[in-house]
């Protein structure tokens, strides 16, 4: 189910290996498969591909960016950021944590404060006693159109600077990103904001140091950790830029809701259901030049240090997540 259940197995089979007294493997799991019964009387057909928008509005007002162009932000404290770390994410996703399916022992809710909210506290305070951090972004805003599945990000004189191709729904309302900006034939002019976030790569360096020790628990909490700040950072960030283009009065109050993506707008990262094309990636590098923060992009167009996320930001009131295929 998650890498904490590996590590218990592989402790498992070394003590079985070793001898170790009252050592034993858990029993085979039974897999299951339901069966589905499918009505092929009801099966829903795909509509042929093709350029039919989708009902998104085009009447929504266009906000005014502060700039145009890019920015670099280095140096961003912890704490500015540490209150976007979705613990939920953290702890059960990547650390594991989850009550006994027997029911017995502690809760979940019990693990998060006797083992969960402490383990996170003392990673804290070593990366900030061990400068571990180098949060940093690059960010900029870009005149835009659209047309088609295309979105043309513009020059300020109006020439083609690059675009977007993405995918669009082949069934219900049809949504493809483009959708969410103005179409080139209406003689406006929309925004489009990129970013590129890290932590850097001293947190990265610190968990292979942990692997090669072989402290693998140590590594998958430090590991899984590194990963939900570089979000908290990109969330932060988003934050960031809500409030530039004059809408983060929109947020909700409850931080929980903003985890559950309750604001205007959303953050699109590259390789996901609406844009699955990581090659785009390398456009925005050329955008944006994140090297200036040491990220770096390589031939399998993956970031590095891995703790790094980029993001097409999308100020659409009806900007929300999907799938396009």
Known sequence: RDAFEGLRLMDALIGVKRGVPGAVLPELKQRRVPKKNIDTAVLEVEEPEGSVRSDVSTTNPVPTPPFLGTRVIKGIPLKDYASW???GALFKGQWGLKQARTGDGPTY?????TEGRPHLRGWLDHLQSNNLLEAAVVYGYFPCVSKGEDVILLHEDGSERTRFTFPRQRRGRRLCLADFFRPEESGERDVIGLQVVTVGSRIGEATAEL????????????HGLSVQLAEALAEYWHARVRSELGFAGEDPADVEDM???KYRGARFSLGYGACPDLEDRAKIADLLRPERIGV???EEFQLHPEQSTDAIVIHHPE??????R
């Open 85 to 87: 770390l979705d613990e």
């Open 109 to 113: 809710e019990e693990l998060v404060e």
């Open 259 to 261: 985890f559950a993506l």
């Open 211 to 222: 692997f090669a020790a072989n402290s693998y628990r140590d590594y998958l909490e430090l």
């Open 296 to 298: 770096h992009l390589s």
């Open 319 to 324: 900007a929300k997540y999907f799938n396009a």
